[in-house]
T-cell receptor, first 116, second 111 residues
Framework: DAGITQSPRHKVTETGTPVTLRCHQT?????MYWYRQDPGHGLRLIHY???????DKGEVSDGYSVSRSKTEDFLLTLESATSSQTSVYFC???????????????FGAGTRLSVL | DQQVKQNSPSLSVQEGRISILNCDYT??????FLWYKKYPAEGPTFLIS?????DKNEDGRFTVFLNKSAKHLSLHIVPSQPGDSAVYFC??????????FGKGTRLHILP
């Protein structure tokens, strides 16, 4: 699992409340990513980070912000949650395969978020 | 505009037969292609990949074929087993550390 832990695993919240999801990795990987997975849309990149305090937007970044103050932690914040942000959120890191070659992404187990 | 397309949302295959999952892409700059497998309530896991300089890569029961001229790749699973029932995502990258995923194909292996 490349040492990736997501917390919480499940969360139910109300529209308009702030929500922060945490991704923690133990292997000092430089690149970290946040995706959301929705039926009919597959995996879509929200934001990613290429180092401490270095982040960039992905395909569906509106309504989300991220922070990375330490190598091991990448936080995803919904400033004011909306029902359209009900989804399963996955964190990922980029690392080389044990057999070598190009980097691939390893994913955490996901956070299921329901915004009521 | 989708750069990676999986046009079959689902596929049912008899146990023991071959499963073929297809994927098309539009960006000719993609140079690395991947397949991920996802079980319910788990994160996607890497399955197999192929570089654009190859046309085939094999790993046990799994083989990925790449046809660059057609911008098409396929994943073959032979023989299909019950544990292969999952959602399969096709993905592609163009040299940096960002990967573009397709919408996924749900594979059902029938007993």
């Amino acid at each position: 699992d490349a040492g990736i832990t997501q917390s919480p695993r499940h969360k139910v919240t109300e529209t308009g409340t702030p929500v922060t999801l945490r991704c923690h990795q133990t292997e000092n990987h430089r690149y970290m990513y946040w995706y959301r997975q929705d039926p009919g849309h597959g995996l879509r990149l929200i934001h990613y980070s290429y180092g401490v305090k270095d982040t960039d937007k992905g395909e569906v970044s509106d309504g989300y912000s991220v922070s990375r103050s330490k190598t091991e932690d990448f936080l995803l914040t919904l400033e004011s949650a909306t029902s359209s942000q009900t989804s399963v959120y996955f964190c990922a890191i980029s690392a080389t395969l044990p057999t070598g070659g190009k980097n691939i992404q390893y994913f955490g187990a996901g956070t299921r978020l329901s915004v009521l | 505009d989708q750069q990676v397309k999986q046009n079959s949302p689902s596929l049912s295959v008899q146990e023991g037969r071959i499963s073929i999952l297809n994927c098309d892409y539009t960006n000719s700059m993609f140079d690395y292609f991947l397949w991920y497998k996802k079980y319910p309530a788990e994160g996607p896991t890497f399955l197999i990949s192929i570089s654009s300089i190859k046309d085939k890569n094999e790993d046990g029961r799994f083989t990925v074929f790449l046809n660059k001229s057609a911008k098409h790749l396929s994943l073959h699973i032979v023989p299909s087993q019950p544990g292969d029932s999952a959602v399969y995502f096709c993905a592609a990258s163009e040299g940096d550390d960002k990967i573009i995923f397709g919408k996924g194909t749900r594979l059902h292996i029938l007993p």
